[in-house]
């Protein structure tokens, strides 16, 4: 059997060229799903009870939209307020209330604004890493 080396080469080289085409097919596939993963919102729920959040403590990703649900399980009007973000969505007793939030990093006092209810703990934290 005879080989010629130049042919061989040849072969070699379009062989790299479509294994090397095919990976990057795949990486542009694997980044665009990544991009419609995140612009999708994160859900994330919390519980307000007469007088505490449940969960008090809720961790999101930075900068990212996030869908909270926010149910009011309790007998009493209640809201849950971060004054650093201006947000303040507030919920009658039963109902339950969805709203949009978007976080900088950072670590935030969550409260409820209704008279006498951050005394009585109804505090929580956001973080937002
Ligand atoms: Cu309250």
Redesign the pocket.
Known sequence: MTTNPSRNRRLIGLLLFAVLFVSALASLAAVAAVMRGSSKPIEVSVE?A??VFRPALVEIPADRPISLRLRNI?G????WSVDALAFSPNVRAGQEAVVELVAPTGIYEVY???PG?RE?G?VGTLAAR
């Open positions: 307000l007469d007088s309790g009493l009007e209640h809201d409820c604004s209704l209810h009585a109804m």
